[in-house]
């Protein structure tokens, strides 16, 4: 592992929920309660409920909002109107199941609080030290004030997030253009940039933006999913990764 990162990278980006900060598993519990009780209240009680490992993991984990919303209902057959922000919220939307998501999950938030992955910080301290450049991405429009309940918002050279990305009109992954931005804004070339994610969408999207080196981080064992996406790595924890970069 040490040889393949032996290659003068310039840069790493590092999603943020699953690798920089324990969020990912409170994404997950939101969804679930909220696709849950939408299935329970249109199917009644024989309804089918979202599976974490396969419904999640396929149709939602890493992609922006609404675009998990719109994948899972596909994977289910089920067409919702697109609704919006002047709706009256009755009926259920695309926009009014994916904002009851946002409400559950910033209850759960508020909660349990936001604790960060501590071999991801160390690691992250080592490459500065090192010379390397470091953003961070995520899908998430909740990404600033996680990092900032988190106190590592400085620890980041660049951030690209959920808002930023609707700003510039920036395509969800599995398109790669969350990573490209932020190798942009980082004077960084992808081909000399290492990509560290936790998803399969993000996997994908670095694997296809030409970086040079793609990481998937699988804290609970789910190695074969990111070789099959063709990660160059796959590791447990982050502190896996020694690197001099030399
Ligand atoms: O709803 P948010 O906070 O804008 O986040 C969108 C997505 O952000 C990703 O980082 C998470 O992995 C997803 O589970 C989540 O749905």
Same mark, same amino acid.
């Given at each position: 592992?040490?040889?393949?990162?032996?290659?003068?990278?310039?840069?790493?980006?590092? %999603?943020?929920?699953?690798?920089?900060?324990? *969020?990912?598993?409170?994404?997950?519990?939101?969804?679930?309660?909220?696709?849950? %009780?939408?299935?329970?209240?249109?199917?009644?009680? %024989?309804?089918?409920?979202? &599976?974490?490992?396969?419904?999640?993991?396929?149709?939602?984990?890493?992609?922006?909002?609404? @675009?998990? !919303?719109?994948?899972?209902?596909?994977?289910? /057959?089920?067409?919702?109107?697109?609704?919006?922000?002047?709706? %009256?919220?009755?009926?259920?939307? !695309?926009?009014?199941?994916?904002?009851? #998501?946002?409400?559950?999950?910033?209850?759960?938030?508020? #909660?349990? =609080?936001?604790? !960060?992955?501590?071999? *991801?910080?160390? *690691?992250?301290?080592?490459?500065?030290?090192?010379?390397?450049? +470091?953003?961070?991405?995520?899908?998430?429009?909740?990404?600033?004030?996680?990092?900032?309940?988190?106190? !590592?918002? /400085?620890?980041?050279?660049?951030?690209?997030?959920?808002? +930023?990305?609707?700003?510039?009109?920036?395509?969800?992954?599995?398109?790669?253009? +969350?990573?490209?931005?932020?190798?942009?804004?980082? =004077?960084?070339?992808?081909?000399? *940039? +290492?990509?560290?994610? @936790?998803?399969?969408?993000?996997?994908?999207?670095?694997?296809?933006?030409?970086?040079?080196?793609?990481?998937?981080?699988?804290?609970?064992?789910?190695?074969?999913?990111?070789? @099959?996406?063709?990660? @160059?790595?796959?590791?447990?924890?982050?502190?896996?990764?020694?690197?001099? &970069?030399?």
């Amino acid at each position: 592992m040490a040889e393949m990162l032996n290659q003068n990278f310039e840069a790493v980006i590092l %999603d943020m929920d699953g690798v920089i900060t324990q *969020t990912a598993r409170l994404h997950a519990k939101a969804w679930k309660k909220m696709f849950d %009780d939408f299935l329970q209240s249109r199917d009644g009680a %024989d309804f089918k409920p979202l &599976n974490l490992d396969k419904d999640y993991n396929t149709f939602i984990d890493g992609i922006p909002r609404f @675009d998990g !919303v719109r994948s899972f209902l596909k994977s289910r /057959n089920i067409s919702l109107p697109e609704g919006g922000p002047d709706e %009256d919220g009755q009926e259920p939307s !695309v926009y009014s199941l994916g904002m009851r #998501k946002n409400e559950i999950f910033l209850g759960l938030l508020k #909660k349990e =609080g936001v604790h !960060v992955y501590e071999d *991801t910080i160390q *690691t992250v301290k080592k490459w500065k030290k090192e010379g390397l450049k +470091i953003a961070v991405i995520s899908s998430s429009k909740n990404a600033e004030y996680i990092l900032d309940s988190a106190g !590592v918002q /400085n620890l980041f050279d660049v951030r690209v997030d959920g808002v +930023i990305s609707e700003k510039e009109g920036l395509s969800g992954k599995p398109a790669p253009d +969350i990573f490209l931005e932020a190798a942009a804004l980082l =004077g960084a070339a992808p081909e000399k *940039t +290492i990509v560290v994610e @936790d998803a399969i969408a993000g996997i994908k999207a670095g694997k296809s933006g030409g970086f040079g080196l793609v990481v998937g981080v699988a804290r609970k064992g789910e190695a074969s999913e990111m070789e @099959d996406a063709k990660a @160059d790595i796959v590791v447990k924890q982050l502190t896996e990764i020694y690197s001099s &970069n030399k």
